[in-house]
């Protein structure tokens, strides 16, 4: 059976995720300029996994699963003791729930917890077969021997119902089918027949319940893996009119609630049950949430529709779709004098921009292409729901909105097609205060909103970024 190039590891609410990330060093040996890699890899496998005593430990914890065994507190002056005496943890619900409510990891009962993992060689363990040292061939022209560090990122999906003495050998198995991802990739993106350095990453495509994980080439352009990618979609079924394994689609774990000190999806903190009896219609994807006086720069009283559409490009980011850096206010400024939108003397000043400026800097700097929606009045975009709704449904990015002196972020739409009641889900960019999402939440920095928030005596221009067509 031909390898695939990707790992499945389904999941679910209840899923107890353990993620092991190590580094291996790998000798290739080269013949006539020809790196050997499945050789190298069938040595090392041979060597440091199938035979060796290695053990698994819970990072910070002294919770360490043995072949067969799983021992708890065995740790003294940094040396690992295998006690054969004492009652053993029977299920990874004996071992685990226990440790996240002692360290406070999980944050609620239907969200997946997440483990970290590390290995150990157990010493004073024989293994019990001899195994030779790896030894390199002198048959051929053989002129050069790499040693190579490979990167491990692997995850194993257990149940709390799940024998604690099987854990030791699913996460070898783990092991063992991540070398064979990275012995894949090393394959099928060598150079001049040399090994090319490789790093993991995990996805999950249109929040399924499973992530996939592979291996990338490092430093290798998007471009340069767009036929790979396209592969993974196929093979997947996935749709191939969207970017769902680019480095920016990478799946971060629910232990990661910020990027760059910036607050990821602050919405999903509210209810998604509608107070209105409506359908709700949200953002799609990840977001950062941008807003004044961050990266120590004071844009207070001038900044917030770029902020607005710092947030904007992050979706673009976080997407996949680009991998270009948030650009700063300066950026912001250079370029619609780029376009020539705006004179020279706009860049370093304090002047607004609106929904016609972001669409210019979206255009030019992330080759975005984006609707405007015009309303006469704040009172009016209440008629406008039905059309947001089918933007969130369709196109799924943030909407930046502006109108008198302020400019906000729409995030979705609750919309009662009976009654025509309306809420807008609203990111403010006027907040000036810490990353503290609570207080964002409960002082309303986003959050729902009635159609009286918007000014009924000032008109509004949307821009409404529309989701490019590719992969």
């Known amino acids: 059976m031909e390898a695939k190039p990707y790992r499945i590891t389904q999941i679910q609410e209840s899923t107890i995720l353990l993620r092991l990330r190590c580094g291996f060093e790998v000798l290739f040996a080269s013949n006539n300029g020809e790196c050997r890699i499945e050789e190298g890899f069938e040595r ?29 507190n065995s740790l003294v002056n940094n040396t690992l003791f295998r006690s054969e005496n004492g009652k053993e943890p029977r299920t990874v619900g004996d071992v685990l729930p226990k440790v996240a409510k002692k360290t406070g990891k999980t944050k609620s009962s ?51 119902t799940d024998e604690a003495s099987s854990v030791h050998a699913k996460l070898l198995q783990g092991l063992m ?9 090393m394959i099928k993106f060598k150079q001049a027949g040399k090994v090319v350095a490789v790093e993991p990453f995990h996805f999950r495509p249109l929040n399924n319940e499973y992530i996939v994980t592979t291996y990338y080439p490092t430093g ?57 009896g409506g359908q709700l219609a949200l953002v799609q994807g990840l977001y950062s949430y941008h807003h004044y006086m961050q990266d120590r720069f004071d844009d207070n009283g001038w900044g917030c529709a770029y902020r607005s559409l710092q947030t904007v490009c992050s979706w673009f980011n976080l997407q996949g779709y680009t991998s270009k850096p948030i650009p700063n206010h300066r950026d912001i ?25 972001v669409s210019y800097v979206l255009n030019n700097y992330l080759g975005v292409e984006s609707k405007i929606m015009f309303v006469s009045s704040g009172a009016e975009l209440k008629e406008k729901a039905r059309e947001l709704a089918v933007h969130f449904e369709n196109q799924g990015t943030p909407i930046m909105i502006g109108g008198g002196v302020l400019a906000h972020t729409i995030l979705g739409v609750d919309f009662n097609s009976n009654t025509g009641d309306v809420r807008f889900l609203i990111l403010d960019p006027h907040y000036t205060g810490a ?24 008109y509004y221009n949307l821009c409404m970024p529309q989701r490019p067509s590719v992969i």
């Open 44 to 72: 090392f496998v041979a060597a440091k996994l199938r035979h060796s005593p290695l053990a698994f430990k819970l990072q910070s914890e002294p919770v360490l699963f043995l072949d067969g065994h799983v021992v708890v």
């Open 110 to 160: 239907s969200s997946m917890r997440v483990f970290d993992v590390e290995t150990m060689e157990v010493q004073g363990q024989p293994s019990t077969e001899s195994v030779t040292s790896p030894t390199l061939s002198s048959e051929g022209d053989l002129s050069v021997a790499t040693l190579v560090k490979v990167p491990v990122d692997a995850i194993v999906a257990l149940e709390k």
């Open 177 to 185: 089918d991540h070398m064979e991802l990275i012995r894949f990739c």
């Open 220 to 276: 290798m352009d998007e471009t340069e893996l767009e036929t790979f990618r396209r592969s993974l979609h196929v093979c997947l079924e996935l749709p191939t009119n969207r970017p769902l394994f680019r480095r920016g689609n990478m799946y971060r774990f629910n232990d990661t609630e910020t990027r760059g000190g910036y607050l990821l999806n602050v919405h999903e903190g509210h209810s998604t049950v509608s107070p209105i």
């Open 333 to 357: 400024q250079q370029i619609l004098v780029d376009v020539g939108d705006k004179q020279p003397k706009f860049v370093g000043s304090k002047q607004w921009i609106g929904s016609m400026e």
């Open 435 to 458: 990353e503290d999402l609570e207080v964002i939440l409960k002082k309303g920095w986003c959050g729902w909103k009635k159609t009286d928030f918007w000014d009924p005596m000032a």
